[in-house]
């Protein structure tokens, strides 16, 4: 049972305008969600997060929203750019434990063009 | 530089051939662990250790070990790979477990079983 949903595959926007990537999970003990960046032949790299004591976090062009009644996030990038082509993860995780997972969803790659 | 350092980043195999693949961080981080990323499924938790000498299973463990010796090496044994474990491999680390702390990731390993 995939516990981070992200249901787009990919998205296409065009440069100078916002990209909206969407996160949907089902688990409610989550309580820390992030979302990483990935380009090809390169790992993963830590973009953005937010706690659900918050409904936003702004870092830059980047913003993320929680919706926690919805169980939903997202991010949002403005103005996007071509450097922002990439695959994004977005990732959550419980409390800290004895069990002390990251779950990931399968990804969204954005294309941005110029 | 702060970096986690995954080798080999290529390896092709046959089936039943023990491998192993390193993994060492230079940030003294009290947590690492292992991913696996494959099309359609994106990133899934393989092992993960809180600290020396203590590991758990992630999402996926069956056909892999492995160890904590040391706190800044996480290696990831194969002792009889098969062509289903042919995948994306990522180590990553952080200070303390993944509920409020973003994880660094290493560039990868492709392995390849035939």
């Known amino acids: 049972d995939q516990q981070v949903k992200q249901n787009s595959p990919s998205l296409s926007v065009q440069e100078g305008r916002i990209s909206i990537l969407n996160c949907d999970y089902t688990?409610?003990?989550?309580?820390?969600f992030l979302w990483y960046k990935k380009y090809p032949a390169e790992g993963p790299t830590f973009l953005i997060s937010i706690s659900s004591i918050k409904d936003k976090n702004e870092d830059g062009r980047f913003t993320v929203f929680l919706n926690k009644s919805a169980k939903h996030l997202s991010l949002h990038i403005v103005p996007s750019q071509p450097g922002d082509s990439a695959v994004y993860f977005c990732?959550?995780?419980?409390?800290?434990?004895?069990?002390?997972?990251?779950?990931f969803g399968k990804g969204i790659t954005l294309s941005v063009r110029p | 530089e702060a970096q986690v350092t995954q080798n080999p980043r290529y390896l092709i195999t046959v089936t039943g051939k023990k491998l192993t693949v390193t993994c060492s961080q230079n940030m003294n981080h009290e947590y690492m662990s292992w991913y696996r990323q494959d099309p359609g499924l994106g990133l899934r938790q393989i092992y993960y250790?809180?600290?020396?000498?203590?590991?758990d299973k992630g999402d996926v463990p069956e056909g892999y070990k492995v160890s904590r010796k040391e706190k800044r090496n996480f290696p990831l044994i194969l002792e009889s790979p098969s062509p289903n474990q042919t995948s994306l491999y990522f180590c990553?680390?952080?200070?303390?477990?993944?509920?409020?702390?973003?994880?660094?990731f290493g560039d990868g390993t492709r392995l390849s079983i035939l």
């Open positions: 688990n409610s003990m989550f309580d820390y």
């Open positions: 990732a959550a995780s419980a409390q800290a434990g004895a069990n002390s997972k990251l779950t």
């Open positions: 990553a680390s952080s200070y303390s477990g993944p509920s409020n702390q973003p994880q660094h």
């Open positions: 250790s809180m600290n020396v000498e203590v590991t």
